[in-house]
């Protein structure tokens, strides 16, 4: 895929509790090879309202620049919902199918204004498994949940030669998941096999998440996060500059 016309954008949003405290991430890369790191939150949300609260704060962020957009997101409920329901919202009177209200409708409106004021066609939506390494979901992901925990990141704002992240290491394929029959319009949440921090280069194991947030917050420039296998785990490491082995 050539990168070099288009913005490239990866969001993410999460909360602790769905409802509870969230946060949403985003990285903004622009033609000039500049890279923006966004994030914010609140004290009581949800998922599903920081996975879009990450998207509309992209935009705003670019709505001054013309071009083609490419937005890369792990949350279904997004690309479907701005891609396929809001239509049938709208000519329902933002009512859903089953005729109750639809749930986040002033940030799905503020979300399609924002769209609606690009040239027609310029913002496509991709769709990225979540905790597979890609680095730009990744990075979002790791926003979103420090915002969620109130212990706002640091975010980087320069040129994408001096980023840390291979940011434009896309994936082949970002066609949305078949469906099944009863299957849920969200990201697919997938069992923790184990929960990783890092604080000053010591990296540690924890079995619980309340653990593992017991030990990074407050403490700057902590990572963590969630691994789905050994294999997840091991990247997870390796990708922090750990040797999987250490532990």
């Not at 309202?49 to 935009?59: C, D, K, N, S």
């Not at 479907?80 to 409106?109: F, P, S, Y």
């Not at 078949?178 to 010591?202: D, E, F, P, Q, W």
């Amino acid at each position: 895929m050539d990168t070099s016309s288009q913005i490239i954008v990866f969001t993410d949003g999460a909360a602790k509790g769905n409802p509870g405290p969230g946060g949403w991430g985003a990285i903004v890369v622009t033609p000039d090879r500049r890279v923006t790191e966004l994030g914010g939150g609140s004290p009581h949300t949800t998922n599903n309202r920081m996975e879009l609260g990450g998207a509309i704060a992209a935009l705003q962020h670019i709505a001054s620049l013309p071009g083609r957009v490419a937005i890369y997101t792990d949350s279904t409920y997004l690309i479907q919902g701005i891609t396929q329901w809001v239509w049938g919202w709208r000519k329902r009177g933002w009512k859903t199918a089953q005729g109750t209200d639809v749930m986040n409708r002033e940030l799905w409106e503020q979300l399609s204004s924002l769209i609606g004021a690009r040239a027609r066609g310029d913002v496509n939506w991709h769709w990225v498994r979540g905790h597979v390494g890609t680095p730009g979901n990744e990075r979002a992901d790791q926003i979103s949940v420090a915002f969620a925990m109130q212990d706002a990141a640091d975010l980087y704002v320069g040129s994408l030669d001096g980023y840390s992240l291979p940011i434009l290491q896309l994936p082949d394929d970002t066609s949305l998941p078949k469906r099944t029959a009863g299957s849920a319009a969200t990201k697919t949440k997938v069992a923790a096999y184990s929960y990783l921090s890092v604080i000053n280069g010591v990296p540690m194991r924890h079995v619980t998440w309340d653990d593992c947030e017991r030990r990074v917050k407050g403490q700057s420039g902590a990572r963590f996060k969630k691994a789905t296998s050994a294999a997840d785990e091991a990247a997870i490491l390796s990708g922090w500059g750990i040797d999987p082995n250490r532990m």
